[in-house]
């Protein structure tokens, strides 16, 4: 069993910065994936960006690349999101899953984007 938990979400201007943190804790060793999903009212849950932990590679959406860098520390995940649109305006979920395929999610945190 892998826990997450999400913190640092907010309200920022358009243009301005955020840094999602993930603390995990539990099977850390097991995980195979690591990343951020963002979820809109009405929508599916969207990849934000997603790293294999074997090989470090980090995949991002490209509504954000260039703008956002996904960074990880032993259990912690990083999520640095810099020049925020409105349409960056979600719940952002932390996510894992591990060796048994199984899937982890965190509680969400909002980040609110005001133009």
């Known amino acids: 069993q892998v826990q997450l938990v999400e913190s640092g979400g907010g309200l920022v201007q358009a243009g301005g910065s955020l840094t999602l943190t993930c603390s995990a804790s539990?099977?850390?060793?097991?995980?195979?994936?690591m990343g951020w999903y963002h979820q809109v009212p009405g929508k599916e849950r969207e990849m934000v960006a997603l790293?294999?932990?074997?090989?470090?590679y980090i995949n991002y959406a490209g509504s954000v690349k260039g703008r956002f860098t996904l960074a990880r520390d032993n259990a912690n995940l990083y999520l640095q999101m810099n020049e925020l649109k409105p349409e960056d305006t979600a719940v952002y979920y932390c996510y894992a899953v591990d060796t048994g395929r199984t899937n982890y999610w965190g509680q969400g945190t909002q980040v609110t984007v005001s133009s």
């Open positions: 539990g099977s850390i060793a097991s995980v195979m994936f």
């Open positions: 790293t294999d932990i074997r090989t470090s």
